[in-house]
């Protein structure tokens, strides 16, 4: 059950907090109940928590559009490329243990990484793909932080060019085929399959599968219980179902079918999880890496790369969708020059009643957000299953619900 207005303060009271006002019309519980109903959204979930304690929970909507069950707090949603920032932790496990290096070329644990091609254009005449020889090698700093010159087809027109010329179209939640690059690796940033890339890299040097490294060094320490690649059929009632925006303004929901065992698994975006789930990983990284029992999933300098600018001057961009049905156009914050870390989008300029400077986010690409907001001691996860990514109506109701949070918490 989602903590009344009085119960949210009275946490907050409990942590340490000074007295907060009962915020009335802008709370968590009214903004996300009257957020869903007003724009039609068919259910949310969300957590907010600080280091130790969970000050707020949510879930408000339907688990799919029959059975008339409610969503509940720990309903299980596809996170998508929420999954990134898992990856990235298990290869910066290796990178601690010298068994991976940021600045080598990555053809050294993956060969077809050695000899890759960039994507200049299409020859007018015969339509066909102009590529010449990648001048540097792609190392997995490249990978890890989206400067690889690797690009999803949905954000990048070229290669979404390339990838239907080809035949070369990825389906959803496979890993994708080797493209040719965008650019040359190192020089720009583009959001794309670099982490699908160090998922695989993850798996040749631990000999594991994902599934089986994440479940022994990330998600079993943080008490992760309902966060996997592989959807256990007595959780499957607890899944929320898929919705798709269609061209009327209304949602249509997917057929209500059991996921099956993926044939790989993608560190760029195949996860199921909770809300309650991941803000457990969101809290080990406000610990600095740390479990709540006090295991190091990660070292605290390991933490503080993965939560510095990575890619110099070189700045996050605009987004430019190539399939609305997919995704609208990706501007995370409009005006700013954002930065991206290893594994997670950073923001050098605060949200305006919002996130501070230097916080930490992602997203999936069914409408899951998380950030982490290390200045402020809170982090916070809010869930959505629909299509497109950053529509309009979900872009809306994160917004106010991040605006509610930072209303609640005690001035900064």
Known sequence: ?????????????????????????????????????????PAVTAQVATVDKILYTG?????????????????????????????????????????????????????????????????????????RPAKRPVELRHLLTHTSGFAYAVWDEPVAHWAKATGNQTPPGAVAPLTPLAFEPGTQWQYGTGIDWAGKIVETVSGLSLEQYFQRNILGPLG???????????????LVSTYRRQSDGSLKEDPRTMPAPPKEFNGGGGLFSSAPDYIRFTQMILRKGKSADGRQILAAKTVEMMSANQIGSVNVHKMTATDPTVSADVDMHPGAADKYTFGFLMNPVAYEGGRSAGSLAWAGVEN?????????GVSAVIMMQFFPFVDAQAVGILGDFEKAVYASLPKA
């Open 1 to 41: 059950m989602p903590f009344t207005r009085r119960e949210f303060a009275g946490v907050l009271l409990a942590a340490g907090a000074k007295p907060l006002r009962l915020f009335g019309a802008t709370s968590l519980d009214d903004t996300l109940a009257t957020g869903i109903k007003q724009r039609k959204i």
């Open 368 to 376: 899951t957000f998380y950030w982490i907001d290390a200045k402020r």
């Open 59 to 131: 879930a408000f909507g339907k688990r799919d559009g029959s059975s008339g069950i409610d969503v509940k707090s720990d309903s299980i949603f596809r996170i998508a490329s929420m999954t990134k920032a898992v990856t990235t932790t298990a290869a910066m496990q290796l990178v601690e243990q010298g068994k991976l290096d940021l600045n080598v070329p990555a053809s050294k644990y993956l060969p077809e990484l050695g000899k890759l091609d960039v994507l200049e254009g299409f020859d007018k005449t015969t339509g066909k793909p102009i590529l």
């Open 224 to 238: 992760m219980k309902d966060t996997t690649f592989i959807l256990p059929e007595e959780k499957f009632n607890r």
